[in-house]
């Protein structure tokens, strides 16, 4: 797959998610601005907290990558896609932190 098609995918999917969670979240978080609230109703059937938990727990894996690629790597300015992953969520962190990636290991490579 071509970088700049891998490029574009990636962002159009992040930016994907980032939209729809605006459009569905957002609007009845302004409502009732109950955060904790908000969070545990991804708990609220075995369906719903099985997703819920999977990405959670997909976050915490991209803690792990962005933390030992930070130290392995030197992959900079992780932390900003850990703070996307929370919100909006992970595909969106995920799919930024992998487009952070690719451009500061393609400007490592030697031409």
Known sequence: MPDSLFRGLVLAVAVLFAGIFAVVVVP??????????AALA????PFA??????????WLLLVIWVIHERRTLGVRHGWMC???GIVPGVATGFGLYLLMRSVQMRDRSPA
């Open 28 to 37: 009845p978080l302004l409502v009732q601005p109950d955060v904790m609230a």
């Open 42 to 45: 991804g708990f609220v059937n």
């Open 49 to 58: 907290a099985g997703y819920a938990t999977d990405a959670i727990l997909c």
């Open 82 to 84: 850990l703070v996307l």
